[in-house]
């Protein structure tokens, strides 16, 4: 069994380490004890197996190894210009060594006449090979300590560095780590995982992680621990998700009636795609399963989400309950109540809206209405949290943009329901790449919409450059005279806000010299104007009296202008593609042809390039998520308040895509065949689930 108290004991005890260096570990690294220490791998191997003779090498490429014995050894230079050079020799030719730094400790350690294996770039230097601060060990130290296969290169810095904790310092206290520790490493995989699975046991997948003899051993390595991590975040979500559904009972909704019937044969505005009816399948099959229904649904702008949740509450209705419908912004708010009160027309369905700056007698009015059962469908922002908002029976809880609210503002939503809380249904328009959702979002049911509602054209989207401003404009002008309206896009840092105030003002300026009133009106909306100049500006463009809004990232959720079709983006390499995409969204609400101008200046990163192809070459929104995921990692697409659970040593969600669906099968079936992990085979899951504590974030445990 694993000596937990040798694996946490402090990393000053270990040998080679000693308060000192202790100190700089903790402040550099953030290790402190034994466990912190194994776990912090390699992040590049250096190939060791493979040795060259003298006349193969070759100034490109990567570092290589050769034996040589040293012809001679000769200081040059005086202070900071001293150098030592090694002329050193084989059987196929010779070539020179040369060290700036470190000058007295090489020459102490490097003898004439002796062999040594050699570990360098390869250079050229006033047209001869040359080799600048190579590694170099006796060749009988390296023949006795068989060295020569994958060399681990740790991460340090320049106070590491001074302490001689180096990569080969580092090394070291590696090697005298796993000596220290190898009879306390227990083993957390039971032993038919290992097996069918070819896994190799836990310590020796922790030493060829830090000291691989070749790739092959590291590959396997590297999946075994990979697996493990995942494997345990996955069961912690579902045991999480379990525990949630048998401790959450839920109202039943049995019936679709009348609602559903009426709404589906009088004012369904289009048939719905294969998507929706596979989600509103899911979601009917969750309400009359008499537990709370969790469910997230994902779906690009504009896939119809919002005619989801409203089915969803006709369902809700049928069955004698109220809903409501929580959005983060009173913009957003404000568009599915028009969105929703459409859809209920004629169908004797009372939909009210409650925000901040609903009047006092409005909102009275409104509460009693809620209180009573008179108004079915509340929707509202934070302000539905309030202890006055009391529901007859509300037993749907719709969620916009999940992330935006906290947990203990969620859970007050829950204490609105009466005998059980209301089922929850979160929508978001942020397309998380389906591992990661499964990886983070694990307790939750996973809905999604992968389709787009007919007669929807896809956004032709184009990249220029500045030097193409006049042939954008051109086209602008085409359009508008045409009939349609255009969005132009600033971005805003928020480090920096004057610059991009001055950058949107500057924009602004230009755009009204370029396109001149009377003939053409433009809006602005930036974040510095007062909310109800910002409300005002935005009607003005929602009503068609200007045809160009000149806007900060104001508008990326909320406007719902079908009648805008064009969308040119300033700066766009400043923007994330997450962010780009959402953007994009805004236009192609409409019939018409919509389009979407990304504008950069010459030098982009190569990151910004591939974020601007990604957005010319795809429309769909979990392709770009994926793109996103690959550039950013996980953390920076979750935010970095929910990346905290995935503080994953060893698997990358982005490359490790089959293994967090084979870790999720795994643990799905044992749960199935064993879901209190009794049997004596689980013994080991069992205390390791118990020792890690779960995840640290279980969505669906909000209650």
Not at 157 to 166: D, M, P
Not at 275 to 296: H, P, S, T, Y
Not at 512 to 531: A, C, I, L, T
Not at 572 to 579: N, P, V
Request: glycine residues 8%; proline residues 4%.
């Amino acid at each position: 069994m694993e000596s937990q108290h040798n694996l946490k004991t402090a990393i000053t005890y270990l040998k080679g380490v000693g308060p000192q260096r202790e100190q700089v570990i903790q402040k550099e690294l953030g290790l402190f004890t034994f466990q912190d220490l194994l776990y912090f791998f390699p992040f590049r191997y250096e190939d060791r197996t493979k040795f060259y003779k003298i006349q193969d090498l070759k100034a490109e490429g990567s570092a290589v190894q050769f034996i040589a014995r040293v012809h001679s050894v000769f200081e040059s230079g005086k202070g900071r210009g001293k150098r030592l050079t090694a002329r050193v020799f084989d059987d196929t030719g010779s070539v020179e060594l040369v060290w700036f730094k470190g000058v007295s400790w090489v020459k102490k350690s490097i003898e004439a006449g002796k062999a040594y294996v050699f570990y360098g770039k390869p250079t050229v230097f006033r047209a001869s090979l040359n080799f600048a601060h190579p590694d170099f060990i006796p060749y009988e130290t390296a023949r006795l300590e068989k060295a020569g296969g994958l060399e681990p290169v740790y991460h340090s810095s320049e106070k590491l560095n001074q302490r001689g904790l180096h990569s080969k310092g580092i090394q070291k206290l590696m090697r005298n780590l796993l000596e220290e520790i190898r009879g306390d490493v227990y083993e957390t995989l039971p032993p038919s995982i290992l097996q069918k699975f070819n896994f190799p046991d836990r310590i020796s997948a922790l030493m060829a992680m830090h000291f691989p003899k070749n790739p092959e051993e590291l590959k396997q390595a590297r999946n075994r621990l990979c697996f493990e991590e995942l494997f345990y975040l996955q069961l912690g979500l579902l045991r999480a998700k379990k525990k949630r559904q048998d401790k959450n009972a839920g109202h039943v909704f049995e019936r679709v009636g009348d609602y559903v019937n009426q709404f589906y044969a009088e004012k369904l505005p289009f048939d719905l795609t294969g998507a929706q009816k596979r989600v509103l399948k899911e979601i009917r099959q969750d309400l009359k399963l008499g537990r709370q229904m969790n469910r997230l649904v994902q779906g690009d702008v504009g896939s119809g989400k919002t005619l989801v949740a409203w089915i969803s509450a006709l369902i809700a209705l049928d069955n004698g309950f109220q809903s409501c419908l929580m959005a983060p912004t009173e913009i957003l708010a404000q568009q599915h109540y028009i969105t929703l009160q459409e859809y209920a027309k004629g169908l004797g369905i009372q939909v009210g809206i409650l925000t901040g700056s609903t009047g006092t007698a409005a909102r009275r009015q409104l509460l009693k209405g809620v209180k009573e059962g008179d108004i079915h469908i509340l929707v509202g922002t934070h302000a539905l949290l309030e202890d006055r908002v009391v529901f007859q029976s509300l037993g749907l809880a719709i969620i916009d943009e999940q992330h935006r609210f906290g947990v203990a503002q969620r859970a007050k939503l829950w204490a609105k329901g009466k005998k059980y809380p209301p089922h929850v249904l979160v929508m978001t328009a942020t397309p998380i790449p389906r591992t990661l959702a499964m990886a983070v979002y694990g307790d939750l049911d996973i809905s999604v919409i992968d389709e787009m509602p007919p007669g929807r054209k896809p956004i032709e989207t184009q990249h220029y450059y500045e030097s193409s401003r006049l042939k954008v404009w051109g086209f602008l002008k085409k359009e508008i005279e045409a009939g349609r309206q255009a969005y132009v896009v600033y971005p805003l840092i928020e480090e920096s806000s004057s610059l991009d105030y001055k950058d949107l003002m500057e924009g602004y300026a230009a755009i009204q010299r370029d396109f001149p009133q009377p003939k053409y009106q433009v809006s602005v909306v930036h974040g510095k104007m007062k909310p109800e100049d910002k409300e005002l500006e935005m009607k003005r463009f929602k009503d068609g009296e200007t045809q160009i809004m000149v806007a900060t990232t104001v508008i990326e959720v909320g406007v719902n202008v079908p009648n805008a079709s064009i969308m040119v983006i300033e700066s766009a390499e400043r923007f994330g593609l997450s962010q780009l995409h959402q953007l994009r969204g805004r236009v192609g609400r409409g019939a018409d042809q919509s389009y979407c101008f990304l504008m950069s200046g010459h030098k982009l990163s190569a990151e910004g390039r591939k974020r601007l192809e990604t957005m010319v070459e795809t429309n769909d929104g979990f392709v770009i998520a994926d793109v996103d995921m690959q550039l950013r990692g996980p953390g920076d697409i979750l935010g970095t308040r929910q990346s905290g659970m995935l503080d994953l040593k060893v698997a990358n969600l982005s490359q490790d895509q089959a293994m967090v669906k084979l870790a999720r099968n795994v643990s799905d079936a044992i749960l199935k065949s064993d879901p209190n992990l009794e049997l004596p085979e689980h013994a080991r899951i069992l205390k390791r689930l118990r020792e890690i504590g779960g995840p640290k974030t279980a969505w669906a445990e909000i209650s």
